[in-house]
């Protein structure tokens, strides 16, 4: 660990972990309707799988982590089966990553993906009026830009889900990876989501790993009361355990803290709760 928010792949648990998720994605995208690499622009990265739970079901779009450097849907397929199973569409998203591409052109591809989906939902068989951003995180943060007020063109969002994320990006700037990410004080003023919060009243969860970093745990917590005090209901909770890598696990294994949370929040954000989104 080089400092409080780039992690160790190598782990030999993390990398057990990772070999996990992505044969349990691989079986995954065998169900049956799954709709893969799905084109929302026209760079290779810019696709997205779709697992419909039928027209009219709630829809979870979720982004990977990976230090917006890394990472990919392929190996995040794997919570679809149980949400499927309970009503709840699945949605995987691949965005362009660094160093190759920027971190605006990483954040323009999560909300180009939610404004293709938004269109094109009834050929997907998604609900356009139900989609729900998450992700981990790097993920977490594009979910959180997103979900922020007052982008061009943004598309109804129903609900914002952020684990492990990353909102403030000032203190990454003092770190080593600012030698890709290439952050100066407009970049962090732009693209850091505690600046650009979700529009008062969307439901917003976020939590992290009890045996994260520090780091993580503090940029949620302040995301967190960021978004209390601009007027929106507001979940955190911490995984008893769970590390940064352990908790995204979660999001396919019922009775865990994370997917309990997340799916009683799918359940009460009805469509006609969420007009100030619209």
């Given at each position: 660990?080089?400092?409080?928010?780039?992690?160790?792949?190598?782990?030999?648990?993390?990398?057990?972990?990772?070999?996990?998720?992505?044969?349990?994605?691989?079986?995954?995208?065998?169900?049956?309707?799954?709709?893969?690499?799905?084109?929302?622009?026209?760079?290779?990265?810019?696709?997205?799988?779709?697992?419909?739970?039928?027209?009219?079901?709630?829809?979870?779009?979720?982004?990977?982590?990976?230090?917006?450097?890394?990472?990919?849907?392929?190996?995040?397929?794997?919570?679809?089966?149980?949400?499927?199973?309970?009503?709840?569409?699945?949605?995987?998203?691949?965005?362009?990553?660094?160093?190759?591409?920027?971190?605006?052109?990483?954040?323009?591809?999560?909300?180009?993906?939610?404004?293709?989906?938004?269109?094109?939902?009834?050929?997907?068989?998604?609900?356009?009026?139900?989609?729900?951003?998450?992700?981990?995180?790097?993920?977490?943060?594009?979910?959180?830009?997103?979900?922020?007020?007052?982008?061009?063109?943004?598309?109804?969002?129903?609900?914002?889900?952020?684990?492990?994320?990353?909102?403030?990006?000032?203190?990454?700037?003092?770190?080593?990876?600012?030698?890709?990410?290439?952050?100066?004080?407009g970049i962090v003023q732009d693209l850091s989501p505690i600046h650009h919060l979700p529009p008062p009243?969307?439901?917003?969860?976020?939590?992290?790993?009890?045996?994260?970093?520090?780091?993580?745990?503090?940029?949620?917590?302040?995301?967190?009361?960021?978004?209390?005090?601009?007027?929106?209901?507001?979940?955190?909770?911490?995984?008893?355990?769970?590390?940064?890598?352990?908790?995204?696990?979660?999001?396919?294994?019922?009775?865990?803290?994370?997917?309990?949370?997340?799916?009683?929040?799918?359940?009460?954000?009805?469509?006609?709760?969420?007009?100030?989104?619209?």
């Amino acid at each position: 660990m080089t400092d409080g928010y780039e992690l160790d792949p190598n782990d030999p648990a993390t990398v057990a972990l990772q070999a996990n998720y992505e044969r349990r994605s691989r079986q995954a995208a065998t169900l049956p309707g799954a709709q893969l690499n799905r084109p929302y622009g026209p760079d290779d990265r810019q696709r997205l799988d779709v697992f419909s739970a039928g027209a009219t079901a709630p829809c979870l779009v979720f982004f990977h982590g990976g230090y917006w450097r890394a990472g990919s849907k392929d190996a995040r397929l794997f919570p679809a089966p149980c949400w499927r199973a309970r009503g709840v569409s699945w949605v995987a998203v691949n965005y362009r990553i660094l160093p190759v591409h920027s971190l605006a052109q990483a954040t323009a591809d999560a909300r180009a993906a939610t404004v293709w989906l938004a269109d094109n939902a009834t050929e997907l068989g998604l609900d356009s009026t139900q989609l729900h951003v998450a992700g981990n995180s790097a993920g977490g943060h594009l979910a959180a830009m997103v979900a922020a007020d007052g982008w061009k063109d943004r598309p109804r969002v129903a609900s914002l889900t952020a684990i492990s994320g990353l909102f403030d990006l000032g203190p990454l700037a003092d770190t080593a990876a600012n030698a890709w990410l290439r952050l100066d004080s407009g970049i962090v003023q732009d693209l850091s989501p505690i600046h650009h919060l979700p529009p008062p009243g969307l439901e917003v969860l976020v939590g992290w790993g009890g045996a994260e970093t520090r780091e993580f745990e503090d940029q949620s917590r302040a995301y967190a009361e960021a978004c209390r005090r601009s007027g929106n209901p507001v979940e955190i909770f911490a995984s008893a355990g769970a590390d940064h890598f352990r908790i995204i696990g979660e999001f396919g294994a019922p009775g865990t803290p994370l997917f309990d949370r997340l799916l009683r929040l799918v359940a009460r954000s009805a469509p006609s709760s969420d007009s100030h989104n619209s």
